[in-house]
C-alpha cells in the first residue's frame, strides 16, 4: 500500500515555461508535506514544504498547493530553467513527526533550454 | 555550518557479510533517520533516532539496525547482507520533530 504517490515517472517542458509536478497521499494522519529536490549522486535537498492548516505556500519560482479533500498536492515551478532539471519527490508525515516522512517514487523534470 | 556527513560513500560487500555504516549530522541536529532508496524507488523509511533513543522504526527486517551515540553521531550496521540490500543508504538530520530532513550524500552499498 503506497501511501505516497507521483503518477508521472518524468516530466518534460520548456525552458521559461511553467513545471507542474503532482503528489497524491492516502492516509489522513499526513499533515505536513515536503518537495525535495535530488541531482545524481547527492543527497536530496528540501525545496519547500506546507503545512494541513494552509492550502499554498510560495518561495520565489516555487508554489506548493494543497488539497485536503482531494488529498493532493502540487508544485509549481514558474519560470522553469535547466538547473531545475533533477529528480523531485513528495514526502508527508505527520507534523510533529517528519523524521518519519514517507515519500513517493520521485518525478524525474527536464527542462529543456 | 557543514552539512550531513556519511562514510564510506561506495561500499562493497558480499552475500552473508555485515556492514557498518556512519552518518554525522548537522551540528546541533537531534534527529536522525536513515532511508534506504533502490532503483525506481523512492526513499523507504529505516528507523529515526532523537537522543540516542530509537523514536521510529520501519518495516525491515531485524537485521538492519542502528544506533546514535551522545554526540548525535549514528551508526547503521546490516547483518547477513542479502543481494537485494543493494541501494542507496541516506542519512538525514533535522532539527526538530516538525522540520524538514537535510540528507547526506548516502552511502551507495554494492552486495554481490
Known amino acids: 500500500d503506497q501511501q505516497v504517490k507521483q503518477n508521472s515517472p518524468s516530466l518534460s517542458v520548456q525552458e521559461g515555461r511553467i513545471s507542474i509536478l503532482n503528489c497524491d497521499y492516502t492516509?489522513?494522519?499526513?499533515?505536513?508535506f515536503l518537495w525535495y529536490k535530488k541531482y545524481p549522486a547527492e543527497g536530496p535537498t528540501f525545496l519547500i514544504s506546507i503545512s494541513s492548516i494552509k492550502d499554498k505556500n510560495e518561495d520565489g519560482r516555487f508554489t506548493v498547493f494543497l488539497n485536503k479533500s482531494a488529498k493532493h498536492l502540487s508544485l509549481h515551478i514558474v519560470p522553469s530553467q535547466p538547473g531545475d532539471s533533477a529528480v523531485y519527490f513528495c514526502?508527508?508525515?505527520?507534523?510533529?513527526?517528519?523524521?518519519?516522512?514517507?515519500f513517493g517514487d520521485g518525478t524525474t523534470l527536464t527542462v529543456k533550454p | 555550518k557543514a552539512g550531513v556527513t556519511q562514510t564510506p560513500r561506495y561500499l562493497i560487500k558480499t552475500r552473508g557479510q555485515q556492514v557498518t555504516l556512519s552518518c554525522s549530522p548537522i551540528s546541533g541536529h537531534r534527529s536522525v533517520s536513515w532511508y534506504q532508496q533502490t532503483p525506481g524507488q523512492g526513499l523507504q523509511f529505516l528507523f529515526e533516532y532523537f537522543s540516542e533513543t530509537q523514536r521510529n522504526k520501519g518495516n525491515f527486517p531485524g537485521r538492519f539496525s542502528g544506533r546514535q551515540f551522545s554526540n548525535s553521531r549514528s551508526e547503521m550496521n546490516v547483518s547477513t547482507l542479502e543481494l537485494g540490500d543493494s541501494a542507496l543508504y541516506l542519512c538525514?538530520?533535522?532539527?526538530?520533530?516538525?522540520?524538514?530532513?537535510?540528507f547526506g550524500n548516502g552511502t551507495r552499498l554494492t552486495v554481490t
Open positions: 538525514a538530520s533535522s532539527y526538530g520533530s516538525n522540520s524538514p530532513l537535510h
Open positions: 514526502a508527508a508525515s505527520a507534523r510533529t513527526n517528519a523524521g518519519k516522512s514517507t
Open positions: 492516509n489522513s494522519m499526513f499533515d505536513y
